[in-house]
């Protein structure tokens, strides 16, 4: 069975459904959610894109990433997939939205209103084969070089994702935040 997206206006309120492939397409504003987790000492686990996958195969990314299902919560599908991807079950807590537009080459377009979430988890996760070809655990800092150095090794989303999420962890951090 295909899968579809959850097409949303510039406010995340939905306007319909659109088989996914097809919102890559169009470059359709749909849902999307990109899960970060760190363990206790502050790295962030990413994981490699399977060469496989129908973009952005072989790049490295955030820890997980997806997209509701209709009738899916956001935060229901977060956990869904952190767990599919990656054989890893945490508390996830949501922290930001931001929306943003790339292109993910073979004429596919990512855009995206999407949920940023934080989660612990400390251990090796299990991830399935057929999803991520390889993960690591990286400090920010080696994470920050790495991305000056060499942008293109990363997704397109994983960027702007990153940043949203720094933002958001430094307002919090200087009493602006919730």
């Known amino acids: 069975m295909e899968e579809h997206v959850v097409l949303v206006d510039e406010t995340d309120r939905p306007v319909g459904t659109e088989r996914k492939l097809a919102a890559h397409v169009s470059g359709a504003l749909h849902r999307a959610f990109s899960v970060f987790v760190f363990d206790g000492a502050g790295s962030l686990l ?22 509701p299902r ?77 991305i000056a150095r060499d942008a293109d090794r990363f997704a397109a989303w994983f960027p702007p994702a990153l940043g949203e999420l720094r933002a958001h962890l430094a307002d919090r951090a200087a009493g602006n935040g919730q």
């Open 70 to 146: 209709p009738g899916e919560s956001v935060h229901e599908a977060a956990t869904r997939r952190l767990r599919e991807e990656m054989g890893v079950g945490c508390e996830l807590r949501s922290l930001t939205t931001f929306r943003y537009r790339a292109d993910v080459g073979n004429g596919l377009v990512e855009h995206e209103y999407d949920h940023i979430f934080v989660g612990r988890f400390d251990g090796a996760p299990s991830p399935d084969p057929d999803e991520v070809e390889d993960w690591r655990w990286v400090t920010m800092g080696e994470l920050t070089g790495e």
């Open 46 to 67: 990413l994981q490699r894109r399977a060469r496989t996958k129908y973009h952005s195969g072989g790049f490295w990314a955030n820890t997980c990433c997806g997209h």
